[in-house]
């Protein structure tokens, strides 16, 4: 099991290396950083308004988008998280086929829509090279469905943005769930 | 060393006076909606069933080595597996003897002893007490250590890796309990040389929805696949003929222990599971003829070890551009209430595997399975809602059609134990399920069989 979130990342082994090499915080109000602020954002927005092929859209091809699973540990042996095993292991053609679910009409867990919002705050920004942006963000999704009662999803996500031209693409995202039992039926949603 | 026995007692009648016979009708197809609602049901299933049959706990792989626990629940109690300094998986009440406090609080770990954080009570890793805080300040006669040893789980066993427990001492031994099951099993845990292990810590999810629906799903349910699954077939998923997953059998083992075996598409590739051909030469010696001959002709499976561990062994695509790739996921559904349910979700492997497939087969599973899964999204959904709605007292007036496929007669010529019946398309193996649910609870000794 890992001590810390990327340190045994196999998929997140890469990025990590080079982020301990030349990372460099962007600081607060920095152009840079009120760039990463609105783009996080309008992808909160666009998830929670169901505008799902926009957002498909923010990916990179190369996408990587994981969420692994969690015990309960002594703070000896960690955090708690293993990376070998998860609740998403997702890839652009996964996560597009996730997406053109959604878009038939028997998508059932979502027939009606959930009704989410993304909360997204404590935003740190740093360089990792020219082209990439590690974005660490604390979350809250709030999700009202059905007659289930509200569910509520907090944690931490692990970004790295890559710049494509003018824009900025998600690279990779590692959802680190404060939950280590899923207090809901299904994950239905993106995070 | 005290031990519990959990023993039958008490009426066969709810307190309106509803027989407990009348709530499965296997002749006439019929199920009564309170079996997945009723409060005082969930209490009686509780006592005769829960805290009798054997129960699945963990999976041998996950306490790898010397003083690894994990804690668990069996049968509502706290309870905690640990490996001695023998190797011998033992299992305890997760409670010092002393203010009963939960002895290890962490989900897993590794202890050279166990300590109890309240007043330090200590014992070994084979339960006995060996210290406690302030001895000299005891009389011997009032701290008799060897009575004082932690509440060993009454009956402990293990089954080609899965680790089971009961609360009864008169369930008849694991094997016998499993008894034909054994033959289908060994189809998934048998089949190559080191057996299976666990891939990561188990998915755990909460569902408000009766145990008995999903175990119902995974009884044999193949034909929820193009209304539930409605989505995936869209997006080209799964085959485009409806009765595609029919074309099997639907197979009773005895116990309550049934299963589905299923042909994939006539072509090698989905021969023995689609698992990967350098494993094929141990299936070849691991396996009898019968056994063989069965894994050879199916790509899929889907059953249920009475009364409530699942297992799903299917070749699938997880999306258009990735071949359909095989995976084995065990369920343990653990009730939580009459309308809850925790959900243990585990991803098995060959120990042989290469790296590469179980790359593809944890993708392949995670992607379709599991809360997040494509398939399996729907398939909570829709247990929820049914939970949801059959609480209504009005529902519960009307009981619910089982009645598929239970005209067929079995099938003399499939090679397994038990009655297999041609189409697997049907509900015959759910009423076996329902049918021995009522059993345990309405007889003293259900496993004794006329």
């Known amino acids: 099991m890992a001590a810390l979130a990327d340190a045994t990342d196999p998929l997140g082994a890469a990025v990590s290396a080079a982020s301990k090499a030349i990372a460099v915080t962007v600081p607060a109000g920095a152009p840079e950083y009120c760039e990463v602020v609105d783009w996080l954002y309008r992808e909160a927005r666009m998830l929670d308004q169901g505008e799902f092929n926009s957002w498909l859209a923010l990916m990179a091809p190369e996408i990587i988008y994981t969420m692994p699973t969690r015990t309960a540990v002594n703070p000896k042996d960690g955090q708690g998280f293993d990376h070998d095993f998860g609740l998403f292991a997702e890839n652009h053609a996964s996560l597009s086929a996730r997406v053109a679910r959604l878009n038939t009409d028997q998508a059932w867990a979502e027939q009606p829509r959930s009704r989410t919002r993304h909360f997204v705050s404590n935003i740190i920004v740093e360089r990792e090279s020219n082209t990439d942006l590690k974005v660490t963000a604390a979350f809250m999704l709030t999700r009202l469905r059905s007659n289930r009662p509200l569910d509520i999803f907090t944690g931490e996500r692990q970004d790295t943005l890559r710049r494509d031209g003018k824009l900025l693409k998600l690279a990779r995202r590692l959802i680190l769930l404060d939950q280590t039992v899923i207090e809901s039926h299904n994950l239905s949603i993106f995070f | 060393m005290p031990t519990h026995t959990a023993a039958f007692s008490g009426p066969t009648r709810l307190q309106d006076n509803t027989d407990l016979l009348e709530l499965v009708n296997e002749n006439k197809a019929h199920v009564s909606r309170r079996v997945y609602v009723d409060p005082e049901l969930y209490q009686i299933e509780q006592e005769r069933l829960f805290r009798r049959a054997w129960l699945f706990l963990a999976h041998d792989t996950e306490l790898p080595n010397k003083g690894d626990y994990v804690t668990r629940n ?24 002393h203010r009963g406090m939960k002895l290890c609080r962490a989900d897993n770990g590794s202890i050279p002893f166990f300590r109890c954080s309240y007043h330090g009570w200590t014992y070994s890793r084979t339960g006995a007490l060996r210290a406690v805080f302030a ?54 845990l048998g089949r190559t040389d080191g057996g299976t292990e666990i891939v990561g810590t188990p998915q755990i999810w909460n569902v408000e929805a009766n145990w008995k629906f999903p175990t119902d799903n995974f009884t044999g349910d193949n034909f929820h696949l193009y209304s539930t699954h409605g989505s995936v077939v869209e997006l080209g998923l799964v085959p485009p003929d409806p009765m595609s997953l029919s074309y099997g059998h ?49 790509a899929f499976s889907v059953g249920t070890v009475f009364p409530n561990l699942s297992f799903l062994q299917v070749m699938i695509q997880g999306d258009a551009s990735s071949p359909p790739t095989p995976f084995l996921s065990f369920r343990f559904w653990e009730p939580t209430g009459p309308t809850s349910t925790r959900v243990w979700s585990y991803l098995f492997i060959d120990k042989e595997a290469s790296p590469e497939y179980r790359k593809a087969s944890y993708e392949t599973y995670v992607r379709t399975f599991g809360p997040s899964g494509i398939f399996e999204q729907d398939d909570l959904e829709n247990w929820e809602e049914c939970s949801r709605v059959n609480k209504g007292q009005i529902a519960q007036r009307y009981g619910l059609h089982h009645g598929m496929g239970v005209h067929l007669q079995p099938d003399p010529d499939f090679p397994g134990p038990g009655d297999a019946w041609p189409g697997s398309y049907g509900e015959r193996t759910q009423l076996a399920f329902y049918g021995e649910w009522q059993r345990w609870l309405t007889q003293p000794t259900p496993w004794v069989r006329p």
């Open chain 2, 74 to 97: 069996l049968a509502g109690e706290s309870v905690v597996l640990v490996r001695g300094d023998d190797g011998v998986v033992r299992g305890f009440l997760n409670s010092c003897r």
């Open chain 2, 135 to 188: 001895k000299d300040l005891y009389q011997d006669a009032n701290l008799r250590k060897e009575e004082l040893g932690l509440i060993p789980i009454t009956r402990l066993d293990s089954y080609k890796g899965l680790i089971f427990g009961s609360w009864s001492n008169e369930v008849p031994p694991l094997p016998d309990y499993l008894g034909k099951m054994r033959f289908y099993l060994d189809l998934f």
């Open chain 2, 250 to 298: 639907l197979i009773r083992a005895e116990g309550g222990h049934v299963l589905h075996v299923v042909p994939g598409a006539p072509i090698p590739a989905y021969e023995f599971f689609g698992l990967p051909k350098q494993l094929l030469p141990q299936l070849e010696r691991n396996l009898n003829p019968a056994q063989l001959g069965l894994a050879k002709k199916y």
